[in-house]
């Protein structure tokens, strides 16, 4: 396996691969959530499971708990989103399906000062938290060691989520953002025939789809300006993600039904209709799957499946095992490493090797990765 060193910005982007609560809260109001018993300190154990794994890093004085002003550290300035370097230029809120709709808006990442002259290749974020919260601000993290590095630019959009309207509005509005990209690939200096998506769990379900999906007319939507433009991606990067709805364990009201607006335990043929695996061909890109291999959300299996279905038709695809790992949150930094190794493979046609060894989770994070709940 090639190894590289990993730069501090990827070790922060490995320790941020969930995003199941969003950074956008008032001061004050998330901590009073994680104080449980009142103290006015927050312990490792009543932080959520989700976050466990970034306690070292917001417990600054290192004295075993969070205190208020350590809290309020960690949170982004600007009301949700992570602090942005002077190196990168931001447009945010860019409206690409032609609405006032905030949650069909997305934030691109451009760096100031690129490596290259030549148009760059482009990363887009899809966010997870069950289809139904989350948004755009908490993906800098995962674009931003590719941005800041000067070789890419990168995305983070916003899609409605299911309280606002059911399926398939949501892979119409990921569809309708790439279309966008794409048609104003020229204006941002963008290369159009280099985009690749990445998401987590939610987020990994919908980037999966729009890699298989591509030139599927039921699931293109004519959201914006821009319908008759591709909204094929270059690869894809899927981190947890549900890729056969007919194989997870469904309820009446649970997530997946909530999504699809039907009940999936009695309508497997809608279910079937919204998962990445119906859609395999060989004209799909190339996959590359991270997965724990104890997600106690998100079975193991669903990345299972759908890698082994692409590789049968002959599409690269490559899956590598978090071994004991659970529902993001890995805390290593080279799960980031193997993503950048698949982007500068694929965007880049650098002459790397993206290997399938798997993963090993850090002792210390085991078990708190494996509790984490939510998608």
Not at 135 to 145: E, F, L, Q, R
Request: with cysteine.
């Amino acid at each position: 396996m090639l190894r590289q060193r990993v730069p501090a910005a990827l070790v922060v982007f490995g320790l941020s691969l969930l995003g199941v609560e969003a950074f956008g809260q008032q001061p004050g109001e998330r901590f009073r959530r994680w104080d449980a018993n009142g103290d006015g300190k927050v312990s490792r154990e009543e932080i959520p499971p989700w976050f466990r794994g970034q306690f070292d890093e917001i417990d600054a004085n290192k004295d075993g708990a969070i205190s208020p002003d350590e809290e309020q550290k960690f949170r982004p300035a600007g009301g949700g989103q992570r602090r942005v370097p002077d190196s990168v230029r931001v447009e945010r809120d860019l409206a690409y399906a032609a609405s006032d709709n905030p949650k069909q808006k997305l934030d691109l990442y451009l760096p100031k000062t690129p490596t290259s002259d030549k148009p760059l290749p482009l990363v887009v974020f899809v966010h997870g938290g069950a289809w139904r919260t989350g948004d755009k601000s908490t993906g800098y993290y995962m674009v931003a060691p590719l941005v800041e590095s000067g070789d890419y630019a990168g995305a983070c959009i916003s899609y409605r989520l299911s309280g606002e309207a059911t399926w398939p509005a949501q892979i119409f509005d990921c569809k309708a953002a790439i279309r966008f990209l794409r048609a104003n690939a020229d204006k941002f200096h963008l290369d159009p025939d280099r985009i690749g998506v990445m998401g987590n769990s939610a987020g990994g379900h919908l980037v999966a789809l729009l890699g298989t999906s591509g030139g599927v007319a039921e699931l293109e939507g004519t959201l914006g300006e821009n319908s008759s433009v591709s909204s094929r991606v270059t690869c894809v990067v899927d981190q947890f993600g549900d890729t056969d709805f007919t194989l997870r364990p469904g309820a009446p009201d649970g997530p997946v039904s909530k999504l699809l607006g039907v009940d999936v335990t009695k309508d497997k043929a809608a279910a079937l209709a919204a998962s990445p695996i119906k859609y395999v061909s060989k004209t799909c890109p190339p996959f590359l799957f991270i997965h724990g291999t104890e997600d106690p959300a998100v079975q193991f299996k669903q990345s299972e499946v759908l890698d082994a279905a692409l590789r049968a038709v002959g599409v690269d695809s490559t899956l590598v095992p978090v071994k004991g790992g659970g529902h993001g949150n890995f805390g290593t930094p080279e799960v980031p490493q193997r993503v950048r190794q698949f982007f500068d493979k694929h965007l880049r046609g650098q002459e790397v090797v993206v290997s399938a060894e798997p993963i090993a989770m850090p002792s210390n994070n085991a078990s708190n990765s494996k509790k984490a709940p939510g998608q």
